[in-house]
């Protein structure tokens, strides 16, 4: 399988929660990141939390990480149209300095 | 706020012909990376590069490619003789520790 797993597709209604999930597979990740990527445009680093953390929050940003299961997780808090994009799960390894990433979810936001 | 600019932003290139994508990264960052993402796919990590040597490199990162830092401030990365599968965006990055990496707006190139 993948090394990093994200659903592709996620809708919202603007005001509501958004809630955008990853698997990965490497236990010796060493931090985990949220990268957003607007229609062309490049990719602009949210977030990231070290994998010995299992919470940060970040004004509507809240990262959660479940270090057992390898499974993060990002929460925006009052979607807005604004945060429509691909939002990017990836992580580096012990002692490396690449990003793996994910195929990325695209998160539309509904009016 | 600084950033990471990449230039051009689309290059139009035919097969077998030698093209150079360049970038400035961040002033007093330290790493340096590129990326590359084929359209509808995962980006992909090519190589970081500090202290002035390749650090690590992908299996991507065949004998066509190369990086250079030729002065103190750009980053370029050369592909000798492209592919047509060569076509992608191409992300420079750079950061000052090995933590937090910011991305340049990329260079999308068509290969025909």
């Known amino acids: 399988g993948e090394d990093v797993e994200q659903s592709l597709f996620l809708s919202v209604r603007e005001g509501d929660s958004s809630v955008i999930n990853c698997t990965y597979t490497d236990s010796s990740s060493t931090y985990l990141y949220w990268y957003k990527q607007e229609p062309g445009a490049g990719l602009q680093l949210l977030t990231y939390i070290f994998s010995n953390m299992d919470m940060k929050q970040d004004q509507r940003l809240t990262v959660l990480l479940n270090k057992k299961d390898k499974h993060l997780s990002l929460r925006i808090a009052d979607t807005q149209t604004g945060d429509s994009a691909i939002y990017f799960c990836?992580?580096?390894?012990?002692?490396?300095?690449?990003?793996?990433f994910g195929k990325g979810t695209k998160l539309s936001v509904i009016p | 706020e600084p950033e990471v600019t990449q230039t051009p932003s689309h290059q139009v290139t035919q097969m077998g012909q030698e093209v150079i994508l360049r970038c400035v990264p961040i002033?007093?960052?330290?790493?340096f990376y590129w990326y590359r993402q084929i359209l509808g796919q995962k980006v992909e990590f090519l190589v970081s590069f500090y202290n002035n040597e390749i650090s690590e490199k992908s299996e991507i990162f065949d004998d066509q490619f190369s990086v250079e830092r030729p002065d103190g401030s750009n980053f370029t990365l050369k592909i000798r003789s492209t592919k047509l599968e060569d076509s992608a965006m191409y992300f420079c990055?750079?950061?000052?520790?090995?933590?937090?990496?910011?991305f340049g707006q990329g260079t999308r190139l068509t290969v025909v």
């Open positions: 990836a992580y580096s390894g012990a002692g490396s300095y690449q990003l793996t």
């Open positions: 990055a750079s950061s000052g520790t090995d933590v937090e990496a910011f």
């Open positions: 002033s007093n960052h330290l790493y």
